[in-house]
């Protein structure tokens, strides 16, 4: 897929989640290959049917095979690198607008920690009753457009019922299964990324959040992800979030997005963007045009 066809599947995309809190692509065969970071301010649940496929999670690779579950968290970027020509896949996209109500519902049922790692293989049985779980929401989605207090409010409870199926499974599984250090240590980076590229871009606040040294920290997540700076995996967040603001928001200025992306002048957004990709932030914007 070209960048012009990226920019407006993700715009077209975007406006659907808007409308509904949640939107729903059932049985899609395979995927469009693009070789971009794609950043998403939603929830993005997907489920493998048949097929296998490939891609980069957050830098690290991760392969689809059936019955294999994604849940991949607000903030958090994903490049698809290739798939089989029988890939099937059902996906499920959760507004950032129902998020936090979507959150608060499931920490008073006791979920403290509500990042999962982003994939885990299930067993037909419970991918049937996963799939039996979005059907109903697109139910809900489907109801009364009138009622949209009532409608967020089923669409929230379908919600929990399904993490709660799903912390279950991954508890399961999860059973004797231990991160190392290193790995640990990169994945609550990548989330602390994730919820605080806005405020931050200094590899020094993120080790201060983690209780780690800059070199120290520095060290670890270089080795981590094969060679990759802490800088640089700032910089791919901060970049990737920039692209699909410019993509999916052509109603914004690009000091607008800038402030958006939490710079403090429009001046600072515009050298970062064409240091990071060799090219303007208008020149982006007019190449999705």
Same mark, same amino acid.
């Given at each position: 897929?070209?960048?012009?066809?990226?920019?407006?599947?993700?715009?077209?995309?975007?406006?659907?989640?808007?409308? @509904?809190?949640?939107?729903?692509?059932?049985?899609?065969?395979?995927?469009?290959?693009?070789?971009?970071? #794609?950043?998403?301010?939603?929830?993005?649940?997907? #489920?493998?049917?048949?097929?296998? +496929? $490939?891609?980069?999670?957050?830098? !690290?690779?991760?392969?689809?095979?059936? @019955?294999?579950?994604?849940?991949?968290?607000?903030?958090?970027?994903?490049?698809?690198?290739?798939?089989?020509?029988?890939?099937?896949?059902?996906?499920?996209?959760?507004?950032?607008?129902?998020?936090?109500?979507?959150?608060?519902?499931?920490?008073?049922?006791?979920?403290? $920690?509500?990042?999962?790692?982003?994939?885990? /293989?299930?067993?037909?049985?419970?991918?049937?009753?996963?799939?039996?779980?979005?059907?109903?929401?697109?139910?809900?989605?489907?109801?009364?457009?009138?009622?949209?207090?009532?409608?967020?409010?089923?669409?929230?409870?379908? &919600?929990?019922?399904?993490?709660?199926?799903?912390?279950?499974?991954?508890?399961?599984?999860?059973?004797?299964?231990?991160?190392?250090?290193?790995?640990?240590? =990169?994945?609550?980076?990548?989330?602390?990324?994730?919820?605080?590229?806005?405020?931050?871009?200094?590899?020094?606040?993120?080790? $201060?959040? &983690? /209780?780690?040294?800059?070199?120290?920290?520095?060290?670890?997540?270089?080795?981590?992800?094969?060679?990759?700076?802490?800088?640089?995996?700032?910089?791919?967040?901060?970049?990737?979030? +920039?692209?699909?603001?410019?993509?999916?928001?052509?109603?914004?200025?690009?000091?607008?997005?800038?402030?958006? &992306?939490?710079?403090?002048?429009?001046?600072?957004?515009?050298?970062?963007?064409?240091? +990071?990709?060799?090219?303007?932030?208008? !020149? =982006?914007?007019?190449?999705? /045009?």
């Amino acid at each position: 897929m070209d960048h012009v066809s990226l920019a407006h599947e993700l715009e077209r995309i975007s406006n659907l989640i808007r409308q @509904n809190d949640v939107y729903i692509v059932r049985r899609r065969s395979g995927f469009k290959l693009v070789n971009e970071d #794609i950043a998403s301010p939603d929830v993005v649940v997907s #489920i493998c049917l048949q097929g296998n +496929a $490939k891609v980069l999670c957050d830098f !690290q690779e991760y392969e689809y095979h059936k @019955n294999d579950l994604s849940i991949i968290m607000p903030g958090h970027i994903l490049r698809q690198l290739e798939c089989s020509p029988d890939f099937v896949i059902t996906r499920l996209y959760i507004s950032h607008d129902i998020y936090p109500e979507m959150k608060a519902q499931l920490f008073s049922h006791g979920y403290e $920690k509500f990042y999962l790692s982003p994939f885990c /293989n299930l067993t037909d049985t419970q991918v049937e009753r996963l799939l039996k779980v979005i059907d109903l929401l697109g139910i809900i989605a489907d109801h009364d457009k009138k009622d949209l207090q009532l409608r967020r409010h089923l669409l929230i409870g379908q &919600l929990t019922v399904g993490y709660e199926f799903v912390n279950y499974y991954r508890r399961e599984l999860d059973k004797g299964l231990a991160l190392s250090h290193s790995s640990r240590l =990169y994945n609550d980076f990548c989330n602390l990324i994730a919820e605080h590229y806005q405020e931050s871009r200094e590899v020094k606040y993120y080790a $201060k959040l &983690l /209780n780690l040294t800059p070199k120290y920290f520095s060290k670890v997540i270089t080795r981590e992800t094969g060679g990759l700076s802490p800088a640089d995996s700032i910089e791919s967040f901060v970049i990737a979030h +920039a692209k699909r603001l410019i993509d999916t928001r052509p109603d914004c200025t690009l000091s607008e997005i800038s402030y958006m &992306l939490g710079f403090s002048e429009p001046s600072s957004f515009y050298r970062y963007f064409k240091h +990071a990709t060799g090219i303007t932030a208008m !020149q =982006y914007r007019n190449s999705s /045009n």
